[in-house]
């Protein structure tokens, strides 16, 4: 559901509604990313017929099904706070949207943190299992590497949120004013 606001009106507490949504939206990245390593041992447990290293794609790609949803939610808050960015009357309000771009923009995340690092490199197995051939599997180390990788994004990016949470409200106090 999107946030709306008359952009002729539009003040810093439209910002701090937003910031706000975007840092539930963040939570929620938080708590599916601490799942990772549960997801990470259930497919080693079933990638016995894979080589050590590998594990098959199919509960990685229910795992990240979750994940579109909450990027586009970001998107969509950051196309939001754009436009309230640029029909605001001051100046800090386009420096919080800056600050904020690495947390809400696919785009500008860190290339090792975009799930398309993940299963950028896929390997082509015989599933025994399956009896299929051309079966994907992708290395442990990859998706270890970005799991941590998007952690760290996760991290950062909610620091960035709430400092720039913190400083809209002030913008807010000084509007009511």
């Known amino acids: 559901m999107m ?6 009106t539009a003040s810093s507490d439209d910002l701090v509604a937003l910031l ?17 390593p549960t997801v990470l041992r259930k497919s080693k447990l079933e990638a016995t017929d894979l080589s050590d290293g590998l594990v098959w794609q199919d509960r990685f790609v229910l795992y ?8 586009t939610e970001l998107e969509d808050i950051a196309d939001q706070i754009e436009t309230l960015a640029y029909s605001s009357k001051t100046q800090r309000t386009v420096y919080l ?4 771009q690495t947390a809400l923009q696919d785009k ?14 896929p390997k082509f ?14 290395e442990v ?7 941590e990788a998007f952690e760290a994004w996760s991290v950062e990016s ?3 949120l709430k400092a720039a949470l913190k400083k809209a409200r002030v913008l807010a106090r000084k509007e009511a004013v």
Do not use: N
């Open 108 to 121: 500008a995340m860190p290339d090792k943190a975009r799930v398309e690092y993940a299963f950028g490199a």
């Open 97 to 100: 949207y800056y600050s904020v």
């Open 141 to 147: 180390s990859r998706l270890t590497t970005w799991a």
């Open 125 to 138: 197995e015989f599933s025994e299992k399956l009896q299929r051939k051309h079966h994907i599997a992708y």
């Open 64 to 71: 990240w099904d979750d994940l579109d949803v909450w990027r």
């Open 20 to 36: 706000q949504k975007a840092l539930v939206v963040h939570q929620k990245l938080r708590t599916w990313i601490g799942e990772f």
């Open 3 to 8: 946030y709306t606001y008359d952009r002729r």
């Open 158 to 160: 909610d620091k960035a």
